[in-house]
């Protein structure tokens, strides 16, 4: 019998792997481990860790619990990754290679720099939500390699996208043109951080995604010129008709 699985690292890269459950030649069940390949075996192990940590955080699952679920020995695993630290690192690049695409396809779908805008600010919440606060946490104090590797992410392309569009929003007429695009860049991104990771609102009165939502109209409504307005206005119109939000 034939078993397919699809899940999600991250909730932003996707496996999808066949797995073989089929009688040996002695009459015994085999495992995925006797028909797949090596790379196969590996990307099994980082989508099974990637969706445990996800639902039950980094810390609490071990080693064991991984090769539990795959059916597999926790020696198996160790031919693979030397140690825990390992694989949460090869999660976190694999996972961020994905998400430097993601901001790259914004600008390269974008129509003008106000389009930019929306597609780079919602890949930019996208990004930190999806982490979410306790994997971020634990990443943070427990992870150092992997916490270096979001934090260049974020000071590299995270960064960089927005600063690009500003840039390209002056030449275009659409943005002020005394805006700095670099300090832009650092307070919209410590902007959408600092709401997600603290209590700095009630959260049994607001959701993330109101709070997101305000901050998002707060911050473009500051960097427009008047030409910008009209051309976001248009966008909002549209998404509006379309059953859509921008935010």
Known sequence: MVRIKEFSIFRNITYSFYVNYATGNFGERRSFHSFATEMEVREKIVEKAAELYMQFGIRTVTMDDIARDLSISKKTIYQYFKDKRELVNTICT?????EEKRFVGATDESENSVHELILVSK??????????????????KFYPEAWKMYSTFKSGVMKESIMNVIIRGKKEGYFRPELDPELIAIMRMEQVESFLMSNLYPKEKYSLTEVQMHLFDHFIHGLFTIEGHQLFNKYNTTNVKQHETLN
Do not use: D, F, P
């Open 94 to 98: 694999t996972s961020l290679k994905i």
């Open 123 to 140: 890949c930019l919440r996208e990004s930190m939500q999806e982490m979410k606060v306790n994997i971020m946490n634990e990443l943070r």
